[in-house]
C-alpha cells in the first residue's frame, strides 16, 4: 500500500454516491427503541459476514447505508437468503445489484456494476459493537 493511501484511504470513500460506511444497529434491550449497538465496515458484504459471525440475527437488525450528509436505511429482505440468514459475498452483492437495476434507489449502487465492485478498493472487515 503506498504511503499516500495509506493516509487519505481508499479513492472509493470520497465517491459521494455511495455509502462511505454501512451500519448495523442492534436493539440492546427490547422494550428500549433508544439502546443500540453499532457495527460497523466499509462495504454491506463484510458486515453481513461481521454479523454472521456474531451470531447477529437479521430479525434484531436495522441496516443502514452513511453517506457525508446523511444516513438512508436499507430494506434488510435484499440482504437475506431464501432461509432468513445473511447473504454471502458474491450473492449479497449480486441481490443488490439486481433490485438497484429494477429501483435505482441510491443505497443500492456500486455493488457490481458490470461486473466491477465499486468497493473492491475498501477494507471488508468489521467492528463493534460500539
Known amino acids: ?4 493511501k495509506k493516509f487519505v484511504g481508499p479513492s472509493s470513500k470520497y ?3 455511495i455509502p462511505y460506511t454501512y451500519i448495523a444497529k442492534v436493539k440492546i ?5 433508544a439502546l443500540f449497538n453499532h457495527y460497523f465496515s466499509d462495504t454491506i458484504c463484510g458486515l453481513l459476514e461481521y454479523l454472521s459471525e ?3 440475527l437479521p430479525e ?3 441496516l443502514v447505508g452513511c453517506y457525508k450528509n446523511k444516513e438512508i436505511p436499507i430494506d434488510k429482505k435484499y440482504c437475506l437468503a431464501e432461509v432468513g440468514n445473511w447473504l454471502e459475498r458474491p450473492q449479497i452483492c449480486h441481490s443488490l445489484e439486481e433490485h438497484y437495476k429494477e429501483t435505482m434507489e441510491e443505497q443500492y449502487k456500486g455493488h457490481v456494476e458490470l461486473g466491477e465492485c465499486s468497493y473492491e ?3 471488508r472487515d468489521g467492528s463493534g459493537p460500539y
Open 121 to 123: 478498493d475498501r477494507n
Open 29 to 33: 434491550l427490547d422494550r428500549d427503541d
Open 54 to 56: 456474531k451470531n447477529i
Open 60 to 62: 434484531d437488525v436495522e
Open 1 to 4: 500500500m503506498g504511503i499516500i
Open 15 to 17: 465517491n459521494k454516491n
